[in-house]
C-alpha cells in the first residue's frame, strides 16, 4: 500500500543518493575554493549539517565530534578546512540516521510534533528537503561552472544503478 511515509522514504533514498553522487564529482581542485567568500567543503558542511540537526529534531540534537562553532555557517570564516573523508563519513552517518528514523516512523506520527518542537515531523521532513535541494543546486552550479559537466540525480522513477555508472549525465 502506498503511503506518504512510503513516498517520503523512497523520495528521501533518492535524495540521499543525489547528495552522494555529488560528493563524489567534486574535484579535489574545488575543495577548498571558496565560492560566495567560503570554501565549496564549508558549503557541503552546511548542507550536511542542516539535515543532521533538523530533519528529525532540532530540538533534540548534537553536534558531531569535530564540529567548532560557526563551521555550520556560511558567514563564518573557519580556521581549518575539513577534509573529503570527514564529510564523507559524516555523510554515511546522516544517511544511516535519516533512514533508521524513517523506518521507524508510522503513517499516523508525521503530523505529529517530535518533543520539543512546534513543527510536526512532515513538515520538519519537507523543509529539509527544500533546504537540501537549494545547497545541492548551489553544489551543482560550482562543479558544472568549474568542469563543465552535469552531475547526476536520479529522477522520480529512475532505477538505483547497481553497476558502475558515470557519475555525470
Known amino acids: 500500500m ?8 523512497d523520495q528521501t533514498e533518492r535524495a540521499l543518493w543525489s547528495v552522494k553522487n555529488v560528493m563524489d564529482c567534486i574535484p579535489d581542485t574545488l575543495w577548498e575554493r571558496p565560492y560566495c567568500g567560503m570554501p565549496l567543503w564549508k558549503h557541503l558542511y552546511h548542507m550536511l549539517h542542516s539535515l543532521d540537526q533538523w530533519f528529525i529534531n532540532p530540538e533534540v ?3 558531531p565530534p569535530f564540529h567548532l562553532p560557526g563551521l555550520n555557517d556560511l558567514d563564518t570564516p ?3 578546512p575539513l577534509s573529503r573523508q570527514t564529510l564523507e563519513d559524516y555523510f ?11 523506518a521507524s516512523l508510522r503513517e499516523e506520527d508525521l503530523l505529529c510534533c517530535p518533543p520539543h518542537s512546534g513543527d510536526s515531523r512532515f513538515l520538519l521532513i519537507l523543509a529539509q528537503h527544500r533546504h537540501l535541494h537549494t545547497h ?3 553544489l551543482m552550479g560550482f562543479i558544472i561552472a568549474e568542469t563543465g559537466k552535469w552531475p547526476r540525480v536520479l529522477g522520480l522513477r529512475d532505477a538505483f544503478p547497481t553497476q558502475t555508472y558515470d557519475p555525470f549525465f
Do not use: M
Not at 502506498?2 to 522514504?9: N, Q
Not at 554515511?92 to 533508521?100: P, S, Y
Open 2 to 9: 502506498y503511503s506518504y511515509r512510503s513516498a517520503l522514504v
Open 61 to 63: 540534537y548534537t553536534d
Open 78 to 80: 573557519s580556521p581549518t
Open 92 to 102: 554515511e552517518t546522516v544517511a544511516n540516521k535519516i533512514r533508521g528514523y524513517l
Open 136 to 138: 545541492l543546486g548551489v
